[in-house]
């Protein structure tokens, strides 16, 4: 007997006990074991952050994380995968900061590095404990008792080795370049930490800004005498456009095109000089032009700067020998003059660039191949510097005050708004600044091209990620700005002496202490700041002492490196790159990683061992509201993971997001979709389930009983075919990392089980007689059962297990006592019948139109017809349509089939069409008084079946049925009486008012009022 199954459920708490249950029996780790000789399937867990609740995204990528290790574990494989947590970093210290109320970096060193740290590690610890409940609560099964945690010192050391190795091959420098900054965090980001943060629709002002033009500058040439003559007639300015005001003082050059057209036009009084092909954009056009020159004719005429730096206390320096920038003498009459480039632009602008090399990558270059000035107007808060009036505001508040200036001296020729998409820092917001300033590098250039070679190794799914997002990523590579100014972070392992400045890179703990004059180290042993930068040790060059740099790494290295942080390589498992755990078989996140996570796995693989660490990885889209709309708290839309779970359970938010969209698209969730689901498939499953449960108990039916005697039909052949096929294409699909085909084939499957084998089978499970097609439609819904139970384990684990444990536990205890230790099922192409499954394919067809031309006809399927007349495409659909005649004839309630060519003049002839394609049938739309008497007959078995459950009686159980009416009823029921007790489960029929306290009903059928009653005998 198998455990009674309700038709209700409720998924949640069914979920809840199973996991009482693996807990108990510890079923994660003995499906590990259990395969502990076989060969290894290696997943690499993609560290989340743990500075916040878990949201549904996460539960997104962890069940996709869970979905392939699961499969391969039952398909033989020994799937041992650790849970990683991502610790440090700037989005745990932004935690920190918000819980202290902080702002800015001198608060945190005031209130002390070490408390803040302290902090640091607490805040993530709490966060620990809710990680691991959703970890538990969906069923992603990794060990979460021997997590790898990116703090842990053994992790550090692993890195340092890491960064060792990079340094000792010339890979690591200390670079003066312009470097993203995020003035409020006070730190350097790296490129594709600020690819995280681009905001579309943003405003900024749009200035249009003059530059006086010095006349006794000009060089001689023909046009320059011209030009000349005109400039000491009247003031004369260069035209230069901007959306980043506070970059002005920083101007030391104006850049124009050589070969482009430049026009001088005349406007109130004074010459503006700007491109010939920008002057209608810029709104010049009505203006008169006094003179045209090439851009050619422009280089190295002088111009006043805006701000004189020296006036503002703010020093001038100058680019020499490539990137030094030596100190400049105060000059009071200050020029600046007009330089050649090629990234000029003829788009948008003037054709006049300002030129600020503090401030942009394209500038700093320009400023070291041309040797311009460089000067510095913004601290590393984003605040302006120097004596301006608009000194000591942050960078985007000066902007106004910037332009008022520019307005009083006269040299604002426009000021506007523009919106356009602007670089934000991707964990506190503020606007990125573009700085040149000190930061340390990984020269990833130096090894483009093996990265390029490496991902072809790899594969992606979806596909076009692979020479898309990813390959363009590589393919555009800059060099990885790796150090960040903070606290909170795996500290760079990079000493350097105070005295001589002599650099040293320290690769591990052993090599730090074995360092002559070692010394600062306390217990218990903290790797961390501002205990790591008590470490110090003697000068091997002049004997002064060896300090820590200041800062940390990116915490995008940490995870970068997991794959030999993890395991504490090379300190331990020496053998981890040959034994088979490097590289992973499997990775998957969401597609944000191609810039982050995918990338530094990349980066460090292929500059350590110049080999890709995964082989496989599933990139997946981002959840959306119901609208497409990013879910925000603001915004009110944010789903709750939790919240969706304790209503319908992980296992229907699992299937949701397995086959909602193919893995890559966006996923649009909300409550519906996940009751959608719910109803769609998981209830039409758990129907079939208690279904079969509950008659196979009336029935004591017991699996591995009947081998001899069995009398399969047309139907059970046809759904056994069907589900071999299911399995060969699910393990295609999964092998192919593609869950979402795997999952809708299955739902195809359970669709058909439930909507054609079960209702076709019915009478097969009802009647009385336990005969051999009983026991055939027994034992074949059963073996259906159990082997969507394994197919639907990775899927969903709980729902899996419910069927496995009641339908193979309960029945052999030999068995393994969960679905997940198992082995996934292996098709049986011997019973693949591919001729029955398109036959049968046919006949639903045909069954289906029919329904509609009876629909149209206003006809019930209760009604008996005498025929339908069915139009085909081909004579060998007619055969297999005559082969399996009776189905049609069954499912259609007809008495007869009839072909024709042609469906033409049908109507005509009294019948109604329904048609698609070249398929087409008919249906008569009268009905002979015998027929509709054998319809009224159907029609009052039905309505007894509804009283029966109605009257809550037990299937099985045996009734009396009265009845009362008017003549025409009375014969009904008297002409039709075996077949209505054969259907009801009538012992008798009897005419008459029933007695007090019976189950009554009155219904109207075909014209004829009726008063039914139905009483359980006991
Ligand atoms: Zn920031
Ligand atoms: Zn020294």
């Given amino acids: 007997m198998f455990h009674p199954v309700p038709s209700k459920v409720n998924f949640p708490q069914l979920e809840e006990n199973i996991l009482t249950l693996w807990r108990k029996n510890n079923a994660f780790e003995r499906s590990i074991d259990a395969r502990r000789d076989a060969p290894w399937f290696i997943l690499y867990e993609g560290p989340p952050t743990v500075n916040g609740s878990p949201g549904v995204h996460h539960v997104l990528s962890r069940v996709f994380k869970d979905i392939i290790p699961r499969y391969k574990a039952m398909k033989g494989y020994h799937t041992f995968r650790i849970a990683g947590w991502d610790t440090h970093g700037l989005p745990v210290e932004l935690e920190v900061e918000r819980e202290l109320g902080f702002s800015s970096k001198a608060q945190i ?4 590095v070490e408390q803040f740290n302290a902090r640091c590690r607490q805040s993530v610890f709490s966060y620990l404990k809710k990680w691991e409940a959703m970890t538990e609560r969906i069923a992603y099964w990794c060990d979460l008792k021997h997590p790898y945690i990116t703090m842990d010192n053994n992790y550090i050391e692993s890195v340092w080795w890491a960064i060792k190795q990079l340094w000792d091959k010339g890979l690591v420098y200390q670079g003066y370049k312009t470097a993203a900054h995020c003035p409020r965090c006070g730190t350097s980001l790296s490129s594709h930490e600020v690819a995280l943060g681009y905001k579309d629709d943003v405003e900024d002002p749009s200035v249009y800004i003059k530059f006086k033009i010095v006349p006794s500058s000009l060089p001689h040439s023909e046009a320059h005498q011209r030009l000349s003559k005109l400039f000491s007639a009247k003031p004369a300015y260069f035209l230069a456009w901007t959306t980043t005001p506070w970059t ?3 101007n030391t050059a104006l850049a124009v095109a050589p070969d482009a057209g430049y026009a ?29 020159v090439n851009g050619s004719a422009l280089v190295n005429l002088k111009y006043e700067p805006l701000f004189n730096p020296h006036h503002f206390g703010v020093e001038r320096r100058r680019f020499h020998m490539h990137s030094q920038l030596a100190l400049q003498k105060p000059i009071t009459n200050l020029t600046y003059a007009v330089i050649a480039a090629d990234f000029v632009s003829l788009e948008d602008g003037t054709g006049i660039v300002h030129m600020a090399p503090a401030y942009g990558e394209v500038d700093f270059e320009a400023g070291q191949k041309k040797g311009l000035d460089f000067v510095h107007v913004v601290d590393l808060q984003g605040k302006m510097m120097g004596s301006y009036p608009f000194a000591g505001k942050f960078v985007k508040d000066a902007d106004p005050l910037v332009i008022e200036e520019l307005k009083k001296k006269n040299l604002l020729f426009r000021s506007e708004k523009i919106r356009h998409t602007y670089p934000f820092c991707w964990r506190c917001e503020t606007p990125l600044l573009y700085y040149v300033k000190q930061t340390w590098y990984i020269r990833t250039t130096a090894v483009k091209e093996e990265l390029i070679a490496g991902n072809n190794e790899i594969n992606w799914y979806p596909g076009h990620i692979k020479h898309g997002r990813f390959g363009d990523w590589l393919e555009n590579n800059v060099d990885w700005a790796f150090s960040r100014e903070r606290y909170w972070g795996t500290p760079l392992p990079i000493w350097r002496c105070e005295s001589c400045g002599h650099p040293e890179c320290i690769g591990s703990l052993d090599e730090l202490k074995t360092k002559p004059g070692f010394s600062g180290l306390k217990q218990p042993l903290d790797l961390h700041r501002p205990f790591v930068d008590e470490l110090t040790f003697d000068c091997p060059q002049c004997g002064a002492k060896m300090r820590r740099v200041p800062e940390v790494i990116d915490c995008w290295f940490d995870s970068g490196a997991m794959p030999l942080a993890q395991w504490h390589y090379p300190f331990d498992n020496e053998t981890l790159l040959e034994d088979g755990r490097f590289p992973a078989d499997y990775i998957c996140e969401a597609v944000d990683q191609t810039r982050g996570w995918f990338y530094s796995l990349h980066a460090i693989s292929t500059l350590l061992f110049n080999h890709p660490c995964f082989k496989n990885v599933i990139c997946l889209g981002h959840v959306l509201d119901a609208k497409g709309e990013k879910m925000s708290k603001t915004r009110g839309n944010v789903v709750e993971p939790s919240v969706v779970i304790n209503k319908y359970g992980a296992d229907a938010l699992r299937w949701y997001f397995f086959t909602a969209v193919p893995a890559g698209n966006v996923y649009r969730l909300d409550d519906k979709m996940v009751t ?26 017991t699996p591995g009983s009947e081998a001899a005697s069995l009398e399969p039909s047309e139907l059970d052949h046809w759904v056994i075919s069907e589900l071999n096929q299911l399995i060969v294409d699910v393990t295609a699909a999964l ?12 739902e195809n499957f359970v669709n058909d089980l439930s909507n054609w084998y079960v ?11 336990n005969d051999a097609d009983k026991l055939s439609a027994y034992t074949t819904l059963y073996h259906c059962l159990v082997t969507l139970s394994k197919l639907l384990a990775p899927f969903t684990p709980f729902l899996a297990e419910e069927l496995y444990r009641n339908l ?4 052999s205890p030999q068995a393994p006592d969960s679905v997940h230790l198992a082995d996934f099922p292996v098709a049986d192409a011997t019973k693949i019948d591919k001729r029955l499954s398109a036959d049968t394919r046919l006949v639903m067809k045909v069954s289906s139109l029919g329904r509609a031309a ?12 005498a025929k339908v007349l069915v139009s085909v495409s081909s004579p060998s659909e007619q055969r297999s349509l005559e082969r399996l005649a009776p189905q049609v004839l069954e499912e259609l309630n007809v008495k007869e089939m009839e072909f024709i060519d042609s469906v033409t003049d049908l109507v005509k002839l009294g019948y109604v069409v329904s048609s698609e394609g070249s398929y087409a049938v008919a249906v008569p739309a009268e009905i002979s008084p015998e027929l509709r008497a054998e319809g009224l007959a159907r029609e009052v078995v039905h309505r007894l079946q509804t009283m029966r459950r109605s009257a809550g009686f037990d299937i099985a159980d045996r009734i009396v049925t009265y009845y009362q009416g008017e003549a025409y009823i009375r014969q009904i029921m008297a002409d039709f009486a075996s077949y209505i007790k054969q259907e009801t489960l009538s012992r008798q029929l009897i005419e008459g008012i029933p007695e007090q306290g019976v189950f009554t009903e009155s219904h109207r059928l075909g014209g004829y009022d009726i008063s039914l009653a139905v009483k359980r005998l006991t």
């Fill in 109 to 112: 060193e005031e209130y002390g």
């Fill in 248 to 250: 002005l003082p920083g």
């Fill in 264 to 292: 001088v036009v005349e406007i109130d009084n004074e010459y503006l000089i700007m491109a010939d092909a920008l002057r209608e954009q810029v709104g010049l056009s009505a203006y008169k032009v006094v003179d045209r």
């Fill in 676 to 701: 959608e689901v719910t109803r769609r498939f998981l209830l039409t499953l758990w129907n079939v389930y208690s279904f079969f449960v509950t008659y196979a108990n009336i029935d004591q039916f």
């Fill in 735 to 746: 092998d192919n990392y593609n869950p979402t085909e795997a999952g809708r084939e299955i």
């Fill in 759 to 769: 209702r076709r089978s019915r009478r097969r499970f009802w009647k009385s007689e």
């Fill in 808 to 811: 193979v536990v309960t029945a």
């Fill in 854 to 865: 009876r629909s149209q006809a206003g006809i019930k399927v209760r009604q008996p017809l």
